[in-house]
């Protein structure tokens, strides 16, 4: 969990330390849309035990696109990270594939206007196209690998449960009959 929190970071702050150097009317906008990114990722997603579901799910996905495309729009193709940070935000938030696909493309969508909007190559289009389909893939793939993960353990567990409990009445069932038996032949 740390460690992607000091990833997520580093790929978010870098873009003001590199060139060419946002305006000061554009590090009005980044700052804080940049601070509020960082904040929604490390604190509500990464690390996270347990997946949203429903509605807050998909708030929390529209709020984490929007702000990574607001970035990108603002700040250039140096903010290409958030746009990649927002689509595997996204496939970490989805219930379903489907949503994580919607938002992946979302992602992918404006990642090319901006680079159409910069005058990228075919090649770098290409980047920008798969990079945020790949985010999201991979995080919504490992978050139900881990969800899986947890659903075996959890009936790994209950199998465990249910053995101690069916040996527990073997042995009553055999101390009964052995009980019985030791009764009768006393009578």
């Known amino acids: 969990g740390q460690v992607m ?3 997520i970071t580093f790929f978010l702050v870098a873009p003001f330390f590199s060139k060419p150097r946002p305006s000061p009317a554009q590090i009005a906008f980044l ?4 601070a509020a990114l960082i904040l929604l990722v490390c604190i ?3 690390g996270r035990p ?3 579901r429903g509605y807050p799910a998909l708030a929390f996905t529209a709020v984490i696109v929007g702000l990574a495309i607001s970035i990108l729009a603002v700040g250039g193709l140096n903010w290409i990270g958030a746009i990649f940070i927002g689509g595997a935000a996204a496939g970490r938030l989805s219930g379903s594939g489907r949503w994580a696909a919607v938002a992946a493309i979302t992602c992918a969508a404006a990642a090319v206007g901006a680079g159409l909007a910069n005058g990228v ?4 289009a290409l980047e920008l196209t798969v990079g945020p389909v790949l985010a ?3 995080a919504y793939s490992a978050w139900r690998r881990m969800e ?3 659903k075996l353990r959890d009936t790994r567990a209950e199998l465990a449960r249910m053995a101690v409990a069916g040996e527990r009445l073997r042995i009553a069932r055999d101390l009964h009959d052995l009980l019985g038996h030791s009764l009768s ?3």
């Open 136 to 138: 999201a893939f991979f």
């Open 148 to 150: 899986l993960v947890e």
């Open 5 to 7: 929190r000091v990833i």
């Open 185 to 187: 032949l006393i009578t």
């Open 50 to 52: 347990r997946r949203l």
């Open 31 to 34: 700052a804080p849309a940049t």
């Open 44 to 46: 509500f997603i990464v």
């Open 121 to 124: 190559t075919y090649g770098s």
